[in-house]
């Protein structure tokens, strides 16, 4: 048990497709991101919700549109996504707002778009 | 252009052996560090961290060095274990910045632990 969980683990869907993923985190934890990790790439920071506010939205186009209900809920709802879309897409959550609060990840979503 | 690198895909070591993973910054706003480890199908877990104004942090077998005037971090494993083999990501963040928001990943080393 991680503390974050989300689901689906797997996803697959096709470019007209409307998917959504869920985070949830049992750590009380103040702030929430959604992070994209494709192939052999770094990991990139897509969204930072903080006390379910947005804080951050690092130009991610807007097929990718995210929800936070309260604070220990995170979605990520997708439509008419890109094959280049596929990647692990992770969620996070940190107690605090100093940069020295580590993040602390779920196990992600494998997304494939096909 | 990459703010944070790991020049090393992957690293192959001997249990019981040090293992040595190093990263790379180039950014002098930098003042914060951080080390995950992943594990195929899970998600990143925080290992170890070290702030600017420090050029050591130790916990267990796990070592961090800072060296700010080289831009240059690493992590120390001793003595190796077959379990440490995973995927290690450094990361760096202004400490002024809010969490996560400005927190820049390497692409990872692949560390090989073989007993």
Redesign the interface.
Known sequence: E?G?T?TPRHLVMGMTNKKSLKCEQHLGHN?M?WYKQSA????E?MF?Y?LEER??NNSVPSRFSPECPNSSHLFLHLHTLQPEDSALY?C?S???????????????TRLTVT | D?Q?KQNSPSLSVQEGRISILNCDYTNSMFD?F?W?KKYP??????LI?I?SIKDKNEDGRFTVFLNKSAKHLSLHIVPSQPGDSAVY?C?A????????????????TTLSVSS
């Not at chain 1, 940190?94 to 992600?108: C, I």
């Open positions: 991680t974050v989300q702030a991101y052999k790439k770094p990991l920071l930072v903080s804080v951050e992770l996070a940190s107690p605090g707002q100093a940069a020295n609060s580590p993040l602390h990840f779920g196990n992600g | 990459q944070v914060y951080l995950y199908a899970e998600g990143p877990t925080f961290s702030s990501f990361a963040s202004p400490l002024h910045n809010q969490a996560g928001t400005a927190l820049i990943f390497g692409k990872g």
